[in-house]
């Protein structure tokens, strides 16, 4: 695991300042490799790469980057783990490729002198973002694993190139200058992250899960893609899995148990989180399958009981016999993470379980390197409460006139959703639904909506109109008409937008940032693309039973762990923002909501906010994540739109909590 940089000046450059510019780059990523820095740079062709490595496997010098093949045709910079490496290494061997040392780049970059760049992306099972140079051609190539764990941004300003793990690292070339993307901020507001392939930047974009690039020297950027979950999922539906369900069960417990198994593989400690749901319980149950030895889990444990999942984690880690750590988190511990918010993650991005996600992370990075996790599942096996909610919604919405409809949803909105949330404390612990008011809400609007694709864009997101000027709302997955055919399921179309927008730009890039900020590699063996290819293969019915989501999988998880330790509402990893936005975190929020914290940038309509913050101060429960989502908007822009006032926001903020 690695951060990577580049540039390529291809109207020159001088020696001095390639170097100069390309260890500028490379030193903003520090955090995700503390090990080892390398820089290779070739003043004929303008070009430089950076690398900041976790040494993970081949934790010898033979494992530095960037690298060079043995014929000198190619060089790359590398960030992530090829779980396959050992296989493609044999076929190499076969063909009489000598190596120098052990790692997975090195089977990569031997791998694009053998059978070329593209044939050999295809071929990786892993999470990568990876730059190569052909000498011979004279261009570059940027290619970027299918399911997106890896980040991978880059941009072209006349004739330079860049490219890095992160924003910070483009930042640093001096000719960066783009200018803010006013509608990747209004998407930015309403769904909490900046959706792909946009940025918070004009022309400067994310390369999207199984992007390929190739820049040449003389010409624009040939953008593809060498994997497509829209063809994935056409296949599944041509060649639908006819096991019965035992067999069915079988084949994704070997699937797991391979993939888990893989991701096993280090020279350095590895562990696991563990929650106890069913996820995290699952690959855990196969690395312990898969271990001689217990396996090391972690949890963390809050002081408030309705976001604490520690008890659950410890039932699950005795059944299984794992070595398991509850480290015991406060309230203040999380707090202290705001202030970091806007430096670990250099685009806005308001998913408030970055919080405890980074908490869990640092701890665990402690005790281990490597972490293996559960992401993914919800996405994959119809794990999201509002799949099924939203379907039966939909699908008994058409037996009702309009007219009837409207006038339903408009009476369950006059109910306000504190009223809801107070009715829901009384029923029995195992049906109490968190913010069951504001799904309430949600749920009646779907009512008058006239597609799955507006459910999806208008219902689970935050209501931003008219709070950004100038803005048109760049368009996602969302907006694609002929999804309606692709998937005529609305659970599987929801499944689907999730895998393309949700999943990669929010849940993924959580993950890594959260992980990468104290160098701890997190794998995620729920997404490895043959995984993901076998459940597009399943029938609908036996992916999302209507009272029994991930069926399937809490199959296989029963072979390991009774139902009785895992069996219970989802929790998620939620965080208490209303209480901490109206209490210690309160001056901090208003010196951000100031008039003339609003006003910086000439963004914002400031009376319009204004507005909506005193509306949530004085009680108004469905504001909170759009409040959210403005405040880490306003922490970011302090920090990188005014370089003059960002140490000084940070010092406020860290002064406020201790």
């Known amino acids: 695991m690695c ?16 170097k100069r510019r390309a260890s500028a780059m490379t030193q903003t990523l520090s955090h995700r490799g503390p090990d ?22 081949d934790l010898s010098s033979l494992g530095h980057q960037p690298m060079v093949s043995a014929n000198g045709r190619y060089t790359i910079t590398f960030n992530g783990e090829i779980y396959n490496f050992r296989e493609l290494k044999a076929e190499l061997d076969r063909c009489g490729v000598q190596f120098r040392g052990h790692s997975d780049t090195e089977v990569v970059v031997e791998g694009f002198a053998q059978w070329g760049v593209k044939s050999t992306i295809t071929r990786l099972n892993g999470m990568f973002a990876i730059a190569a140079w052909d000498a011979s051609e004279r261009q570059l190539f940027l290619a970027r694993d299918r399911m997106g ?33 006013r509608g990747a901020i209004a998407a930015f507001l309403r769904q909490g992250y900046v959706p792909g392939p946009f940025t918070i930047y004009e022309g400067v974009y994310k390369l999207p899960p199984a992007g390929f690039v190739k820049i040449p020297r003389g010409g624009g950027p040939e953008v593809g893609a060498y994997w497509d979950l829209a063809d994935v999922v056409s296949q599944g539906q041509r060649s639908t899995l006819r096991a019965d369900e035992e067999g069915l069960v079988d084949e994704l417990e070997a ?10 593989i280090a020279d350095v400690p590895l562990g696991a989180f563990l929650s106890g749901g069913y996820d995290s319980s699952t690959v855990v149950a196969l690395m312990q399958k898969a271990s001689l030895r217990p396996v090391r889990t972690f949890t963390i444990s809050f002081e408030n009981p309705a976001f604490d999942e520690a008890k659950h984690a410890e039932a699950v880690a005795r059944h299984l016999g794992t070595d398991h750590t509850t480290f015991p988190v406060s309230g203040a511990d999380a707090l202290d993470v705001v202030p970091k918010l806007a430096e670990m993650y250099d685009e806005p991005f308001a998913d408030p379980s970055q919080i405890p996600t980074h908490i869990v992370s640092a701890l665990t990075r402690k005790r281990v390197t490597v972490a293996l996790s559960g992401d993914g599942g919800d996405e994959l096996f119809s794990g999201y409460g509002r799949y099924q909610s939203t379907a039966d919604v939909w699908r008994s919405r058409a037996k009702i006139p309009l007219a009837l409809r409207r006038l339903v949803s408009s009476s369950i909105c006059a109910v306000p959703p504190s009223t809801y949330d107070s009715i829901a404390r009384h029923a029995p612990y195992f049906w109490r639904v968190p913010r069951v008011g504001q799904k309430a809400h949600r749920l009646a609007q779907i009512l008058s909506m006239s597609s799955i694709g ?8 935050q209501n931003q109109d008219k709070l950004v000027k100038g803005s ?24 689907y937008l999730d895998m393309c927008t949700y999943l990669p730009d929010d849940i993924l890039t959580k993950v890594d940032r959260a992980s990468m900020a104290v160098a701890l590699e997190v794998r995620v063996p729920l997404l490895d693309h043959r995984v993901v290819e076998w459940v597009w293969r399943l029938p609908s019915s036996q992916n999302a039973r209507a009272r029994r989501p991930k069926h399937l999988l809490r199959r296989v998880l029963a072979r390991h762990v009774p139902d009785k330790l895992v069996e219970r509402p989802k929790m998620g990893f939620g965080v208490p923002l209303a209480d901490w936005l109206r209490g210690p975190l309160r001056d901090w929020a208003e010196d951000l909501m100031s008039e003339t914290s609003l006003g910086a940038g000439d963004v914002f309509y400031v009376e319009a906010i204004r507005s909506l913050w005193a509306e949530f101060l004085s009680g108004d429960s469905e504001r909170d994540f759009l409040i959210w989502n403005i405040l880490m908007f306003q922490a970011w822009h302090r920090r990188w739109g005014d370089a003059s006032v960002a140490d000084t926001g940070t010092r406020r903020l860290a002064s406020l909590l201790n």
């Open 472 to 495: 048109q709302e760049v368009r996602t997955a969302c907006w694609d008409q002929d999804l309606e055919v692709l998937l005529p399921d609305p659970v599987d179309r929801m499944r």
């Open 36 to 57: 080892d820095s390398g820089v290779w740079l070739s003043e004929q062709a303008g070009i430089a790469f950076g690398q900041r490595r976790l040494a993970i496997i």
């Open 454 to 461: 507006s459910v999806y864009y208008e219902v689970f997101s």
């Open 3 to 18: 951060g990577i940089s580049g540039i390529w000046e291809r109207d020159g450059c001088t020696l001095q300042d390639l």
């Open 149 to 181: 764990e890896k980040p991978l941004y880059w941009a072209i300003f006349d004739g330079l190139v860049l490219f890095g793990s992160e924003l910070k690292a483009l930042r640093a070339h001096p000719g960066w200058k783009p200018s803010l993307n």
């Open 255 to 264: 699937l797991l148990h391979d993939a888990v198994s893989r991701r096993m």
